[in-house]
């Protein structure tokens, strides 16, 4: 709720990434990450690969949208996760492709979480509700051993930036994919700004 495509500024209000403890997710996570590659990412196919149906698509695939045309940053730092409406680390289809690309091309992932302070209908409520979901995935990424780095805005314009920043430094953006509210219009902004990939996977939608 609330991320500007050039948001940014500030410092990161925290960051986890605290090894993931044996066996279960965690470990499955720690394996996904630090794969080495032995393929491009799925979705960087040439434009018009899954146009129709086809049988080889799997239901991951069709819940995929690349916003640029970008190629892949070989040297950058890590594979970065925007996490815009789908807040949670679970049962999260975004996420899911952004672990898988890291480990396809042998990058860590960073996952970003921000809020800024003048969303529409921004509310005391809603800001609760948020901060609250951010407190509990910090300590869900921790478990995991994931890096979650949150932002947020305690000024106006003083996020203005940052994701930009942060996108530069990655080797592709993965975002949220949702039809509404001011998602789809900043994941736009941020591929047209970026100089890498923008992948917005659908979480939403029965495949």
Same mark, same amino acid.
Not at 41 to 60: A, I, M, S
Not at 93 to 110: Q, T, W
Not at 150 to 171: D, M, W, Y
């Given at each position: 709720?609330?991320?500007? =495509?050039?948001?940014?500024?500030?410092?990161?209000?925290?960051?986890?990434?605290?090894?993931?403890?044996?066996?279960?997710?965690?470990?499955?996570?720690?394996?996904?990450?630090?794969?080495? =590659?032995?393929?491009?990412?799925?979705?960087?196919?040439?434009?018009?690969?899954?146009?129709?149906?086809? =049988?080889?698509?799997?239901?991951?695939?069709?819940?995929?949208?690349?916003?640029?045309?970008?190629?892949?940053?070989?040297?950058?730092?890590? &594979?970065?996760?925007?996490?815009?409406?789908?807040?949670?680390?679970?049962?999260?289809?975004?996420?899911?492709?952004?672990?898988?690309?890291?480990?396809?091309?042998?990058?860590?992932?960073?996952?970003?979480?921000?809020?800024?302070?003048?969303?529409?209908?921004?509310?005391?409520?809603?800001?609760?509700?948020?901060?609250?979901?951010?407190?509990?995935?910090?300590?869900?990424?921790?478990?995991?051993?994931?890096?979650?780095? =949150?932002? &947020?805005?305690?000024?106006?314009?003083?996020?203005?930036?940052?994701?930009?920043?942060?996108?530069?430094?990655?080797?592709?953006?993965?975002?949220?994919?949702?039809?509404?509210?001011?998602?789809?219009?900043?994941?736009?902004?941020?591929?047209?700004?970026?100089?890498?990939?923008?992948?917005?996977?659908?979480?939403?939608?029965?495949?």
């Amino acid at each position: 709720m609330g991320d500007e =495509p050039e948001d940014g500024g500030g410092s990161l209000a925290s960051e986890h990434g605290a090894g993931p403890h044996d066996g279960g997710r965690a470990a499955i996570l720690q394996r996904r990450v630090r794969r080495r =590659p032995r393929h491009a990412p799925h979705g960087l196919e040439p434009p018009g690969r899954l146009r129709g149906y086809d =049988p080889r698509v799997g239901y991951g695939q069709a819940r995929l949208r690349r916003l640029n045309d970008a190629r892949i940053a070989g040297g950058g730092d890590y &594979v970065l996760y925007w996490m815009q409406i789908y807040r949670r680390l679970e049962r999260n289809h975004a996420l899911d492709y952004a672990l898988r690309c890291a480990g396809e091309i042998g990058k860590p992932l960073v996952v970003y979480e921000g809020l800024r302070i003048d969303y529409p209908w921004a509310s005391r409520r809603h800001h609760r509700f948020v901060l609250e979901g951010m407190q509990a995935n910090a300590a869900r990424a921790a478990e995991l051993g994931l890096s979650y780095w =949150p932002f &947020v805005e305690t000024e106006k314009g003083k996020g203005h930036g940052l994701l930009r920043r942060l996108s530069k430094r990655a080797s592709l953006v993965v975002t949220d994919d949702f039809p509404c509210f001011i998602v789809p219009a900043q994941a736009q902004a941020l591929a047209r700004k970026v100089e890498v990939p923008v992948f917005a996977v659908d979480s939403n939608s029965v495949v």
